[in-house]
């Protein structure tokens, strides 16, 4: 697939905060392509350079071959950006901000069609401040969708929302990926990310810790899981369970809580048939076995040892 956005070596600072150090990434048409990390990472910044909002201290920015320095209206003409929400008419209707903003940025799309889009043609009357905090983001995203851009900038479309609110947006996003758009988009939350995107960028302070597609990513991680047990006849039996798995090769580590034996391995299959042998013999019962699912909370968490913090 033809590369749409190639960016290489980012760098910014500002004064000693250096907020983005070295991001380097590209970007394909039509894929949904997110970056994901905590507060202050460096996303907003990252992404501002890239929709030419901040001057880079040091990197190159692609479009194609198009770049900031000689091609800037080739590139407005490409790119939609979601505004703040700052920086809509709150006395005015949706409908009258998508006018308004069809007159700065060119219109290609016509409002009635993206207020279906966006699902707000039922509120096409009511003026901004009385909207909600989810129709206000689906709103902006329609406002960055005036000029029928190929590529769409979403910074944390859903921050804030209840989930309801976020899922309306999900939708969204999906629809413009089904009409062909490149979507870059930021988020603080790994379940958005992982539903959402072609491609997950995990940065923190700064730096890209891991990309890659959500699935990949998690499988990576797959070659260990998370067992728990839990045992009928108690702490005792779970201990004694306890001592039985810490000397099977297959187990690296362990951990109790009560009756539950926690345990992690790469070959689970082994390991349990070698448990339930164990505890057979010993006649313990045990009544709930479960294998945790990996999410991108747990690569996050693998690639920088740190919790994370939405
Ligand atoms: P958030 O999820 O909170 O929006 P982020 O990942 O988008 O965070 P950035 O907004 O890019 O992170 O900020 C990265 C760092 O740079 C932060 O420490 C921030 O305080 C700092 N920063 C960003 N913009 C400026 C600015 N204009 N002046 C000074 N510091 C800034």
């Known amino acids: 697939m033809t590369t749409v956005l190639e960016v290489k070596e980012l760098k910014k600072s500002f004064g ?14 039509g894929e ?15 992404l501002e350079m890239i929709e030419g909002l901040v001057t880079p201290d040091y990197g190159h920015i692609h479009f194609g071959d198009l770049n900031w320095n000689k091609n800037a209206n080739d590139i407005k003409r490409k790119i939609g950006v979601q505004p703040q929400s ?46 909600s905090g989810g129709q206000r983001q689906r ?11 190929e590529i769409v900038f979403l910074d944390e479309p ?15 996003i999906l629809q413009l990926k089904s009409l062909g758009k490149t979507i870059i988009l930021t988020t603080h939350y790994m379940e958005e990310a992982e539903k959402l995107s072609d491609r997950v960028c995990i940065v923190d302070q700064g730096r890209i810790v891991t990309l890659d597609t959500p699935s990949a990513l998690i499988e990576k991680l ?14 005792e039996a779970a201990k004694d369970g306890e001592f039985f798995a810490n000397t099977l090769a297959s187990v690296s580590r362990t951990e109790r809580e009560a009756t539950s034996l926690i345990l992690w391995t790469a070959k689970p299959e ?11 013999e010993k006649e313990y019962q045990i009544e709930q076995v479960s294998i945790r699912e990996m999410s991108l909370e747990d690569v996050f968490i693998s690639f920088t040892g740190k919790e994370w913090r939405d």
């Open 270 to 280: 082994e390991t349990l048939y070698d448990i339930f042998k164990f505890t057979k």
């Open 139 to 149: 709103l902006a995203i329609g406002l960055a969708m005036i000029s029928d851009p």
């Open 86 to 131: 700052s920086a809509m008419f709150d006395l005015l209707t949706p409908e009258e901000n998508l006018d308004l903003f069809a007159t700065f940025y060119g219109r290609a799309r016509q409002t009635e069609d993206i207020l279906e889009l966006i699902n707000l043609t039922e509120h096409r009357q009511n003026r901004v401040k009385n909207l």
């Open 222 to 235: 797959t070659e260990e899981r998370e067992v728990r047990l839990s045992f009928l006849d108690g702490e």
């Open 32 to 46: 949904v392509f997110t970056i994901i990390g905590p507060n202050g990472a460096g996303k907003t910044t990252t």
């Open 16 to 29: 000693n905060i250096h907020a983005v150090q070295d991001i380097s990434f590209s970007v394909k048409a």
């Open 158 to 172: 859903t921050t804030g929302l209840d989930p309801q609110a976020r899922r309306n947006i999900w939708d969204i």
